[in-house]
T-cell receptor, first 111, second 113 residues
Framework: GENVEQHPSTLSVQEGDSAVIKCTYS??????FPWYKQELGKRPQLIID?????GEKKDQRIAVTLNKTAKHFSLHITETQPEDSAVYFC??????????FGKGTRLSVIA | SAVISQKPSRDICQRGTSLTIQCQVD?????MFWYRQQPGQSLTLIAT?????????ESGFVIDKFPISRPNLTFSTLTVSNMSPEDSSIYLC??????????FGPGTRLTVT
C-alpha cells in the first residue's frame, strides 16, 4: 500500500444524515482502493472497493467515488444508522503488497 | 472470502514469557501477514509470512522478538518472545490470495502483566 491522506479523523452525524470521508493518494499508477470498517473490538472488514477503471460504485447505503485526475476518492454513507458507528479506513492497495493502514476516521452516528 | 481462525483468542501472560499464536485458513492462500493493533491505535504491519522461507519484517520488528513460521499455504504462527507490558495488543493474521482483497482473522488479544 501507498500513503493515503484521510479526512476527517473524527466525524459525528445525526442518525439519518449522510457521512462523507475523503482520501487522497499520491501514486498515479494506483488502481485499487478498498475501504475497511472496524467496529469496536472486532476485526477490520472490507465493505466496498473501487478499481481505477470506474468512477463510482454503490452497495445499498454506501458508495465510493474515484477521481483519478485529482487522485482522490470518497466514501459516502447515506441514511446513517447507529450500527454505522466504527472506524473507517481508506487504502491504496497493489496486488502483491500488504495493506498499510493510516489512522482512519472515527464515525459516530448519534441517535 | 477465506475463513480465518486464530488461537488463542485471548491470553494473559507474565512478562518474560513467550506466546505462540496460530492462524489457520480454510483454503490455500498466496500471502499471509501479521499485524499488531495496540489499544486505541490503528493496525501496524509486523511481517509477511513466507511459505518455506524466512518472514519479511517491517521496520521496527525483528525475528528474535517475533519469530514467524509458515510451513504451508494454510497455516502460520507468530511468537511474541520475552514479553513485556508494551507487547499488550491485539495480534491479527491476514491473508491475500491472488486478487486485491485482503481479509483478517478475528485477532488474539494479549495482555502482559
Amino acid at each position: 500500500g501507498e500513503n493515503v491522506e484521510q479526512h476527517p479523523s473524527t466525524l459525528s452525524v445525526q442518525e439519518g444524515d449522510s457521512a462523507v470521508i475523503k482520501c487522497t493518494y499520491s501514486d498515479s499508477a494506483s488502481n485499487y482502493f478498498p475501504w475497511y470498517k472496524q467496529e469496536l473490538g472486532k476485526r477490520p472488514q472490507l465493505i466496498i472497493d473501487i478499481r481505477s477503471n470506474v468512477g463510482e460504485k454503490k452497495d445499498q447505503r454506501i458508495a465510493v467515488t474515484l477521481n483519478k485526475t485529482a487522485k482522490h476518492f470518497s466514501l459516502h454513507i447515506t441514511e446513517t444508522q447507529p450500527e454505522d458507528s466504527a472506524v473507517y479506513f481508506c487504502l491504496d492497495s497493489s496486488g502483491n503488497t500488504p495493506l498499510v493502514f493510516g489512522k482512519g476516521t472515527r464515525l459516530s452516528v448519534i441517535a | 472470502s477465506a475463513v480465518i481462525s486464530q488461537k488463542p483468542s485471548r491470553d494473559i501472560c507474565q512478562r518474560g514469557t513467550s506466546l505462540t499464536i496460530q492462524c489457520q485458513v480454510d483454503s490455500q492462500v498466496t500471502m499471509m501477514f501479521w499485524y499488531r493493533q495496540q489499544p486505541g491505535q490503528s493496525l501496524t504491519l509486523i511481517a509477511t509470512a513466507n511459505q518455506g522461507s524466512e518472514a519479511t519484517y517491517e521496520s521496527g520488528f525483528v525475528i528474535d522478538k517475533f519469530p514467524i513460521s509458515r510451513p504451508n499455504l494454510t497455516f502460520s504462527t507468530l511468537t511474541v518472545s520475552n514479553m513485556s507490558p508494551e507487547d499488550s495488543s491485539i495480534y491479527l493474521c491476514s491473508v491475500k490470495d491472488g486478487g486485491h482483497e485482503q481479509y483478517f482473522g478475528p485477532g488474539t488479544r494479549l495482555t502482559v502483566t
